[in-house]
Nanobody
């Protein structure tokens, strides 16, 4: 069972980036997905989470309107689509998965599987 995150890099403020999170050993289609990030010197925070049941999602206020998530069930991959990136978006981004929850939650303690993280640096 593994999650592999990729796609991070250096981007200018206002730019866009798409992160990938590929699963192996389990089907993402039956798992809720969470994206989290940890900036240097700060605690991990949740970015968004998405239900595998009804497709609903929750977004942190700091990313609402700029970040979205999409799924490719054939590729067993989810994507974090980020636009209008800001300096404060600089962080290591991690994806996580948990078998479908009775109610969608973005609390990291509920997530069973974690990717290794990919670094996003927003800088001019």
């Amino acid at each position: 069972v593994q999650l592999q995150a990729s796609g991070g890099g250096l981007v200018r403020p206002g730019g866009s980036l798409r992160l990938s999170c590929e699963a192996s050993g389990f089907p993402l289609v039956t798992h809720d997905i969470g994206w989290f990030r940890q900036a240097p010197g700060k605690e991990r925070e949740w970015v968004l989470c998405s239900s595998s049941g009804d497709g609903s999602a929750r977004y942190a206020a700091s990313v609402r309107g700029r970040f979205t998530m999409s799924r490719d069930n054939v590729e067993n991959t989810v994507y974090l689509n980020m636009i209008n990136l800001k300096l404060e978006d600089t962080a290591v981004y991690l994806c996580a998965a948990v078998p479908r929850l009775p109610a969608l939650s973005c609390h990291p303690n509920l997530y069973d599987y974690w990717g290794q993280g990919t670094l996003v640096t927003v800088s001019s």
